[in-house]
């Protein structure tokens, strides 16, 4: 009787850290339709992202907009989905 309880508490233990914060455990979002771009030179880029691709290894994202490819830091890009 005691593991039971020991395993249901340490299940909604989980549960809790997992859901308990504001945070997205699991990133299922792969679609976006803008994008805001910060250059180092200071200039913004807006516009509707063609495409676009993330590296596992690393910090930098490519993204398309008017045929042109971007490969920015995470840091200096917004993705939108709307």
């Not at 909604?12 to 455990?25: A, D």
Request: charged share 25%; net charge negative; aromatic share 8%.
């Amino acid at each position: 009787m005691k593991k039971k309880i020991l395993y249901i508490i340490a299940i909604g233990s989980l549960i809790l850290g997992l859901t308990g914060c504001n945070k997205q455990v699991f990133d299922t979002t792969y679609s976006y339709e803008r994008a805001i771009l910060s250059l180092p030179n200071g200039e913004i880029i807006e516009g509707k992202v063609q495409s676009w691709t993330d590296y596992a290894d690393g910090d930098q994202i490519q993204v398309k907009i008017d045929n042109k490819q971007y490969l920015i830091h995470s840091e200096d890009v917004v993705l939108i989905s709307e």
